[in-house]
């Protein structure tokens, strides 16, 4: 899911405080290296993107102890029943059944939603910490595992997934003080490490490596910022993949600890001020009072963000509260320190829509400077220059009282557009929208040009404009695929630009924008060994979705294959929060289409930010059923085109994803064969009470009112399990195969969404009826000490998506080849 964390690069990617190389764990694309994010400029917006990252997941940059909640398989798991393997499967031949273990209906939980009665028997699976979940959750594992045990090409993914996963990675590096740093990875590192270096082709030594911080890799690095004069790095640990942070610095001269630890921090970006002697970040109050909590398994709702000023050196105790809005304790903020030192900007955000209020304060305003509220009750005296949720603004850069915005304000796909903050009644556009084309983003270079990222079609476009009056001064050469990185300050005359595609690893740009003609170099290429791009083809169609809209859509495969309608074949999609899937590289995906044959494919559906707002409105709220209605045609185009069969075809997605699969199932169980729910959001009716789900009612509505609980109680993917040959078409099909994925310390979409809906289509497909047609298995793999996504370390990546991979390929017929 989504949490708005300050999406001032690459829209719909999480910007926490810092340049960040992203690793994707399968849910915002089916990616192993995601699209990296702008450089480490502090964030201007907070944000409350949730659905995705599986949010947007910082893995390479951080780019998230056990809990009792989950226990593990045993060491020598009992055998459950089990037909042979030949029996399993979409593609089986005779009715295999699993001996599914029983789970208790509660039938006396019956909510009434508006005159409706709505039974929840399994409300007590909200429970993290009762007996029967974890009871109920190990046996869950158990049976996941004796299947997972019969898929044989389990070890064969395994194996070829860490072999080409065993490559070197880099970040694009950035300057703070006299110094350079960059994310390296030696490849099968479980997090990636910091480095700093005197100049770019100096040695670079270490400054920080979260793999020395656990022995199995859990604890990540999930946001970080370095002083203006390079002194002092602060940065934020997760451990298990929960998105609760604790904030540390060090010095980095050095390289030694300071005291100061800030605890109970999320959805929160670093900002330091210039004079170096602290920086502002976001908080919630503890979730718990007295005792021990394990950290992101807790599902108590997350409200009163605080915005705080830390001073280097202090206790937490001592920090200065610097705005809150408890009338609001929805309410999400964020507050960084604008390039030239001289303003706080504050960002408020209500959900995760692209709409934000903003605030700003002058610091040489302050006759006292921030220390002098620290024994003040008042709160640092922001004038509001936009105090409405009407449209989102992002600072791109300002020239004293004179700022340059990027803005959806009456442009759904952005323009830029420019105010003196002393005269706020007239703005002027600078760069307006273009007619087709979404303005993603725009950075300030080389002191009065602009560097402007347009996505079109799903590919992205670079120019250099004039930042006075936003006339194109050069377009840059660029092939078709994603800008993932951009490391850049106004100062720059070189910037950095990191890009990536379905086959291209990466490439880290070095741009030098002095010339008339900018000169573009590569700097650093990733390299896959027994990767060949030259065996694959990558093309995009654009697919006729229900009600007639284009639907774009990539399909990646061997070169030159037969459309007779034979292939295995994987469809992702996404389709919420105007986050957009953009081409970018995959270890997995490479190793299904090699030793597999697979065709995959990424949909680019409605609810998106791939055409801008318009697109994203097109599939929310009571537009959702747009979403389910691109998805499905989608496939049905693989199988017209003759790439795959519905036998043939598996589906996945996470997060906001996840919901897409479990709702494509329910609506066309006939259409798929195989379906990977990750970390999903599944009951519909109360997402709204657990950790931040309250944010994602912006995108889905809350049952909580009438109108918006008529929409939601049409595809909630818990409610609305259906045996397929009971109904009145006569169709007697039944379910695909089915995995639901979920993790321990999932604090964003929490496990009681996955484990509520694993029981009740194993009730009402499987177990209440003798005369059950349902043989393909239904699953559930849940992880340990994991979480929404982010931070995962690489084995556990690696061991996900065997595990998956594996199940898929069983249940379709896939064949390994060597």
Same mark, same amino acid.
């Given at each position: ?269 670093? +900002?330091? /001020?210039? &004079? #170096?002697?602290?920086?502002?970040? $976001?908080? %919630? ?7 021990? *909590? ?41 507050? +960084?320190? /604008?390039? &030239? #030192?001289?303003?706080?900007?504050? $960002?408020? %955000? ?7 209020? *903003? ?460």
């Amino acid at each position: 899911m989504a949490v708005n964390m300050g999406r001032r690069g690459r829209m719909g990617r999480d910007i926490t405080g810092g340049g960040s190389f992203l690793k994707d764990c399968g849910l915002i694309g089916p990616t192993d290296c995601q699209p990296m994010v702008k450089s480490p400029t502090p964030s201007l917006q907070p944000a409350m993107l949730l659905l995705l990252r599986k949010s947007v997941p910082l893995r390479f940059f951080s780019r998230r102890p056990l809990n009792p909640f989950f226990l593990p398989p045993p060491s020598r798991p009992r055998r459950l029943p089990l037909l042979p393997r030949a029996a399993m499967g979409s593609v089986a031949g005779d009715a295999a059944r699993l001996a599914y273990p029983t789970a208790r209906r509660d039938d006396s939980v019956v909510d009434d939603y508006h005159g409706v009665q709505i039974p929840d028997p399994y409300r007590w699976l909200e429970d993290p910490d009762s007996e029967e979940t974890k009871e109920f959750v190990a046996k869950q594992a158990e049976l996941a595992e004796t299947v997972l045990a019969g898929c044989l090409d389990r070890e064969n993914l395994r194996r070829e997934v860490t072999r080409l996963f065993d490559h070197p990675r880099h970040g694009a590096p950035f300057r703070r003080g006299n110094k350079y740093f960059h994310f390296h990875n030696s490849g099968l590192q479980a997090q990636s490490v910091l480095y700093m270096q005197d100049h770019l082709d100096g040695e670079a030594e270490v400054l920080l490596d979260p793999n020395t911080l656990s022995k199995d890799g859990t604890i990540a690095l999930s946001t970080y910022s370095i002083s203006e004069d390079g002194k002092y790095i602060a940065y934020g640990l997760s451990e298990s993949g929960s998105d609760w942070v604790s904030i540390h610095v060090m010095s980095v001269a050095d390289k030694q600890p300071m005291p100061d630890k800030l605890s109970w921090v999320k959805f929160s970006s670093i +900002s330091w /001020t210039h &004079d #170096g002697k602290g920086f502002f970040y $976001g908080r %919630y109050p503890a979730p718990r009072e007295g005792g021990e *909590l394990d950290a992101g398994t807790e599902t108590n709702i997350n409200l009163n963000h605080q915005i705080y000023y830390h001073v280097l050196g202090s206790d937490q105790s001592e920090d200065i509260l610097c705005w809150k809005d408890p009338e609001h304790p929805k309410y999400t903020f964020g507050a +960084s320190v /604008t390039e &030239d #030192g001289q303003y706080i900007i504050l $960002g408020t %955000y209500d959900g995760c829509d692209p709409v934000n209020k *903003l605030y700003y304060c002058k610091i040489a305003s302050l006759p006292r400077g921030i220390e002098g509220f620290r024994e003040s009750e008042e709160m640092l005296p922001f004038v509001k220059l936009i105090d409405n949720f009407d449209a989102q603004y992002q600072v791109v850069a300002n020239d004293g009282d004179e700022f340059t915005f990027l803005t959806n304000k009456n442009a759904p796909r952005n323009k830029l557009v420019r105010v003196n903050i002393k005269n706020p009644e007239l703005w002027t556009d600078v760069l307006p929208e273009h007619e087709k084309d979404v303005l993603e983003s725009a950075d300030a270079v080389n002191n009065n040009q602009l560097l402007v990222c347009y996505m079109s079609d799903v590919k992205h476009i670079l120019q250099i404009r004039d930042i006075s009056t936003g006339n194109l001064i050069h377009q840059l050469p660029l092939e078709i695929g994603s800008v993932s990185e951009i490391s850049c300050r106004r100062e720059d005359k070189e910037v950095f630009i990191g890009f990536t595609s379905f086959l291209s690893p990466g490439i880290i740009y070095r741009c030098n924008l002095a010339p008339t003609i900018p000169e573009m170099k590569m700097f650093r290429e990733i390299s896959v060994p027994g990767f060949d791009r030259t065996s694959f083809q990558v093309k995009q169609v654009f697919v006729s979705s229900k009600d007639g809209a284009k639907i774009p859509m990539f399909i990646m495969s061997k070169k030159d294959i037969n459309l007779d309608g034979s292939h295995p074949t994987l469809l992702y999609g996404y389709g919420g929060f105007n986050i957009s899937i953009t081409p970018s590289f995959s270890v997995g995906r490479v190793v299904l289409c090699k030793n597999m044959g697979f065709v995959v494919c990424v949909a680019n559906i409605r609810g998106g930010g791939e055409y801008g707002e318009d697109w994203h409105k097109a599939g929310a709220l009571a537009m959702k059923q747009n979403c389910f209605d691109d998805f499905a045609a989608c496939a049905e185009f693989l199988i017209s085109g003759g790439y795959t069969s519905s036998r043939r075809l598996c589906i996945e997605g996470g997060s906001n994803g996840g919901l897409l699969v479990a709702a494509s199932i329910n609506q066309r169980p006939d259409l798929f064969g195989c379906a990977l729910a990750h970390v999903g959001v599944m009951d519909m009716l109360r997402f709204h009470k657990f950790t931040i789900g309250h944010a994602w009612t912006t995108d889905y509505g809350c049952s909580d009112k009438e109108e918006e609980f008529q929409w939601l109680i049409k595809y909630s993917p818990l409610h609305n399990v259906r045996r397929p040959w009971e109904q009145s078409s006569g169709d007697h099909s039944q379910y695909p195969a089915t995995m639901l994925l979920t993790a321990d310390h999932d604090d964003r979409v929490v496990p009681l969404h996955s484990l509520k809906l694993l029981a009740t289509l194993q009730h009402v497909l499987c177990t209440s009826t003798e005369d059950s047609l349902q043989t393909n298995p239904i699953i559930g793999r849940i992880d340990r000490k994991s979480g929404h996504g982010a931070g995962r370390p690489t084995q556990k990546m690696i061991d996900e998506a065997a595990d998956r991979y594996s199940f898929m390929a069983k249940m379709l017929g896939a064949q390994w080849t060597e």
